[in-house]
Nanobody, 117 residues
Framework: QVQLVESGGGLVQPGGSLRLSCVVS????????MGWYRQAPGKERELVGG???????KYADSVKGRFTISRDNAKITVYLQMNSLKPEDTAVYYC???????????WGKGPPVTASS
């Protein structure tokens, strides 16, 4: 059974930083694509970005230059470093795993991130 367990969400002031972590179990972590999606209140879920097994990364235009995704295969963990957070980044953030950026099979429960003063 594949499980994705996220940690690191919370409340931060605009301009601040947070790092989300996602530990994967029950799957061959080194294969496939790991991604982060988010869903803000009243909005559709959207791709924040992702990273392939080879280290290629992809980001939504809204977070380019502010967010960084990385993975540590030895720790079976993927990270989302979020800098210069804006109120519009407020959302529930989901860790995902799949065969491609458009085909995510497994989802975490999603920690909330709130950027507010």
């Amino acid at each position: 059974q594949v499980q994705l367990v996220e940690s690191g969400g919370g409340l931060v002031q605009p301009g601040g930083s947070l790092r989300l972590s996602c530990v994967v179990s029950g799957s061959i972590f080194s294969f496939g694509v790991m991604g982060w999606y988010r869903q803000a209140p009243g909005k559709e879920r959207e791709l924040v970005g992702g990273i392939t097994s080879g280290g290629y990364t992809k980001y939504a235009d809204s977070v380019k230059g502010r967010f960084t995704i990385s993975r540590d295969n030895a720790k079976i963990t993927v990270y989302l470093q979020m800098n210069s957070l804006k109120p519009e980044d407020t959302a529930v953030y989901y860790c995902t795993k799949g065969s491609s950026f458009a085909s995510m099979t497994y989802w975490g429960k999603g920690p909330p991130v709130t950027a507010s003063s």
